[in-house]
């Protein structure tokens, strides 16, 4: 592993490097990690362009495949390294991330070179918008997972009112499929607001493996193509307590 940089101490560290292995693949990847161990983006340095993780891949695709006109405006919390306002850069996309060293560090080792990203707590922000949106992409984490703040009653009913008619909520998540309760309960909080929901997750060897799911919630019901879903699989999460403020 070869450090390129190093911001932060303890749980507020946060690093970029390099790398000859990602997961089971092998190649040349720049990477950028938490404290806590969590990547939380990736680029091949031998193809660029490639999006390396599959849950942008699929969230993009759902995206794409359900988009009603020419443009869609988006609304992200949680910049990264920048893939998803990346790929819909020519579009109308806006982007909240917490921490400004992370949209610096995607700028000078990620390539990024987007605009339209306020600094700020994702909610906060989301709340004084005057617009409403095609999709709201909901990508933020800390060490425990999505904020509690962020998978309320209260913030998905925030989400629901700067949807457009035929909007949705897209959420990345991580946890341990039908196992990990608090993700359970994300998706049973979601349901309480929007009147379709749907959840996808990475098939894992281990059913307590820790992977990516990805929760929708729209008032229509969303379509995808499951090949292009870049290996997440329809599952039922199973029935959670509701979260609140």
């Given amino acids: 592993m070869k450090v390129l940089a190093s911001y932060g101490s303890g749980q507020e560290q946060i690093l970029v490097y390099e790398t000859t292995a990602l997961f089971d693949e092998k190649g040349s990847f720049r990477l950028l990690q938490f404290a806590d161990e969590a990547v939380q983006g990736a680029i091949d340095l031998q193809r660029p362009e490639r999006i390396v993780f599959e849950y942008p891949r699929a969230l993009i695709h759902v995206i794409e495949h ?17 893939t998803i306002s990346r790929y819909f850069n020519s579009q109308s996309c806006v982007t909240a991330e917490i921490d400004e060293t992370v949209v610096q560090l995607s700028q000078e080792y990620f390539g990024w070179s987007g605009e339209h990203v306020m600094i700020g707590d994702g909610r906060l922000l989301l709340e004084q918008e005057q617009r409403q ?3 709201i992409v909901l990508d933020a984490f800390t060490s425990k997972g999505v904020p509690q703040h962020l998978s309320t009653v209260q913030f998905f009913a925030l ?26 309960a994300m998706f049973s909080t979601l349901q309480h607001i929007f009147p379709h929901t749907s959840a996808f997750t990475l098939q894992s060897a281990q059913q307590r493996d ?36």
């Fill in 159 to 184: 989400a629901h009112s700067k949807l457009k008619r035929h909007g949705a909520l897209l959420i990345n998540v991580t946890g341990k499929g039908k196992q990990d309760v608090r993700s359970n």
């Fill in 66 to 82: 359900n988009r009603r006109q020419a443009s869609v405006e988006l609304f992200i919390i949680g910049h990264g390294i920048g």
């Fill in 210 to 245: 820790i992977r990516n799911s990805i929760f929708i919630g729209s008032n229509d019901m969303l379509q995808y193509r499951l090949k292009s879903m870049a290996g997440l699989v329809p599952y039922i999460p199973e029935p959670g307590y509701l979260l609140y403020d």
């Fill in 133 to 135: 949106y095609d999709y």
